[in-house]
């Protein structure tokens, strides 16, 4: 079981670079997330989905693209890089959409990306 | 709006000192409370939760009891390691749709020195 894994582990970008950061998870879960780690600001909610199909905005969308065409995958793509994006990175599941909110998230590793 | 406090760090302890460190919440409705550690290098990983009013969390001698008169989630630890060299984040969710949002602190570092 390998859990939530991210690749890459590193990038650099130029401004105006395309790329995308994969995420996969084998747990099974329903509901995967992405957010965005800055120092002195924990960590911001940039898009989640509650299963294959659907998505949603977080608290920080602008410049970033996401779909989920299978349970296991939730890849985030980066457009057009700004330097505004350079960040850590981190994806996190977690098995069910109960209404309780207490459940579990599993967090990958990151990435850690620079645009320069 | 919905949101986590907690303290500044870094936080700078000998080993077997005992550890607090603040949490407080503001929240609509009725939130669970989680405390997340990052090790150097790693992601996050859930340390201990709580679901309810008056729960308390627990997990490798770490505690926090969810108090909702003082919208607070204080995390301690009796005794501690180097090992337990981190950063400690704060994070609530909240009940409804698209239930498993975090809401994060801001996180406290914590060094222990031998």
């Known amino acids: 079981n390998a859990g939530v894994t991210q690749t890459p582990k590193f990038q650099v970008l130029k401004t105006g670079q395309s790329m995308t950061l994969q995420c996969a998870q084998d747990m099974n879960h329903e509901y995967m997330s992405w957010y965005r780690q800055d120092p002195g600001m924990g960590l911001r909610l940039i898009h989640y989905?509650?299963?294959?199909?659907?998505?949603d905005q977080g608290e920080v969308p602008n410049g970033y693209n996401v779909s989920r065409s299978t349970t296991e995958d939730f890849p985030l793509r980066l457009l057009s890089a700004a330097p505004s994006q350079t960040s850590v990175y981190f994806c996190?599941?977690?098995?069910?959409?109960?209404?309780?909110?207490?459940?579990?998230?599993?967090f990958g590793p990151g990435t850690r990306l620079t645009v320069l | 709006g919905d949101s986590v406090t907690q303290m500044e760090g870094p936080v700078t302890l000998s080993e077997e000192a005992f550890l607090t460190i603040n949490c407080t919440y503001t929240?609509?409705?009725?939130?669970?409370l989680f405390w997340y550690v990052q090790y150097p290098g790693e992601g996050l990983q859930l340390l201990l939760k709580?679901?309810?009013?008056?729960d308390k969390g627990s997990n490798k001698g770490f505690e926090a009891t969810y108090r909702k008169e003082t919208t607070s989630f204080h995390l301690e630890k009796g005794s501690v390691q180097v090992s337990d060299s981190a950063v400690y984040f704060c994070a609530l969710t909240l009940g409804g749709g698209a239930t498993n949002k975090l809401i994060f602190g801001t996180g406290t570092l914590l060094a222990v020195q031998p």
């Open positions: 989905s509650v299963g294959a199909g659907i998505t």
């Open positions: 996190a599941s977690s098995y069910t959409v109960s209404g309780r909110g207490g459940d579990t998230q599993y």
């Open positions: 709580a679901t309810k009013a008056d």
């Open positions: 929240a609509t409705g009725y939130p669970s």
